[in-house]
């Protein structure tokens, strides 16, 4: 009787302390992707953030002579490119960043005004400001292959 009396307090133990750690190991763990809220979430951010680009009265003439198909693509690739880079489960197809927008004269202004779209778009979908700022600092990272004139 006293025996299989202990198993129940052994597995009450158990999950007392092994639970919330794993719970909490989660929590931490969660990638950028996930913290975004995921495919759907980005999906959306991408949209919004494209189609301020393309109707900017300065940035738009990038996105001038593409038919709606090759848009289509290119924002699909971009949704890939942010689902990969976050740690979502997505693979990035496309070109490398400095082959893609080489020639197009991007300047330091061209970056300033996209990057304030993007936190526009952000802002929109009520990123908090910590993943704004990872966001941003995700994409800094690229800023060295699109800019081309300072
Ligand atoms: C904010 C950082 C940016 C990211 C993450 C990004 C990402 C991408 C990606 C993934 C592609 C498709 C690459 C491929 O075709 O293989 C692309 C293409 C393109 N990007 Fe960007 N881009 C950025 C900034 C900009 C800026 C500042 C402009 C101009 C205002 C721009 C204009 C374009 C255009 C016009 C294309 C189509 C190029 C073509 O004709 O193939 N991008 N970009």
Redesign the pocket.
Known sequence: MAKTAKIPGVLALIVLFWLPSTALAQAGDETLYQRLGGYDAIAAVVDDFIGR?ATDPD?GR??IG?SEDSQKQ?RQ??VD?LCEATGGPCVYT??D?KT??KG?R?SEE??QK?AAH?VATLDKFSVPQALQDEVLAL?GT?KED?VEEM
């Open positions: 680009l940035l990038f996105f593409h290119i690739l971009i490119q496309g070109r960043m893609s927008h197009m991007i061209d970056w996209t993007l994409i690229l699109i």
